[in-house]
């Protein structure tokens, strides 16, 4: 999903008095008929699209949290159930958490979508990264360094940082393929304020579309990288409670050596989504069945 370039008053009709001939004076009032009629039916047909939309909106995505990417509506009769799609998505690896997701993801056949780092700790576990694109999820941009201090120094500093991390992968995964991005710390995120000044995160978002890239937040956190290390029934509970009510989940999930328990916790989750009814899906397949729909 991207933003739609604003709509411009590009094709301004108008009259160039004095230039008129009276042969064609009937045959242009004619046109002009048809003109108003046919801007009339496109107005009715606009205005029905527009009413259908924003009912839509306000049934299923207006309490969402998560900006721009899951915002796009969904299509169908809006007297049917809407299908409930999750974003299984793991921020700041690969570790040696990755493998043991890795399998639990196969044996359940679920997809998911992992937002990595290049760096320290991750350096040694980056060939993970081919397993992870083979087994059919997605890879996707997050940090090299993750250091906030660095890398929201200035939207120069940050686009550094992104570049060295493409380089880190690119033995692993084809560039094209990466094309999504989640800020470290989330768009909303403050810290970046203290070293980059209060407007950088906008900017950044703004330049990540100018790329052609994408990027995307949560909605549902199971808070399993907090210092407070929940146990897997605490990250189960985090998950139920922020997607209730939600026909789209994008969970915010970690697998790095600090999230101990998420390795134990993630069949659970698996388990509680499907029995709520949601389909899994990449972030990138979420994206595409919205925009097919909307
Ligand atoms: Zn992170």
Known sequence: MQSYPPVRAHTLYQNRAGEGCAIRYDRKRQKARQTLWAGIALGVALALLAGALHR???????????????FAAAAGDVNEPLPRYVCLTFDDGPSERTGPILEILAQQQVPATFFVCAQGINEPYLPLVRQIVQQ??????????HKYAQIYQSTDAFWQDIKTLRQALEPYVALADLAWLRFPGGSTNTVSHRYGGSGIMQQLKTQTEEKGWHWIDWNVCGEDATAAHPDA?????????????RDTCVVLLHDTKAASHTVEALPAVIDWFRAEGYAFCTVAQLAELQTAAG
């Open 136 to 145: 059919g999820h997605q890879v996707a941009m997050h940090s090299a360094s």
């Open 56 to 70: 839509l909106y306000h049934r299923a995505w207006a309490e969402t949290e998560v900006p721009n990417d899951c």
């Open 233 to 245: 029934d605490a990250i189960l509970r985090n998950i139920q409670g922020d997607a209730e009510g």
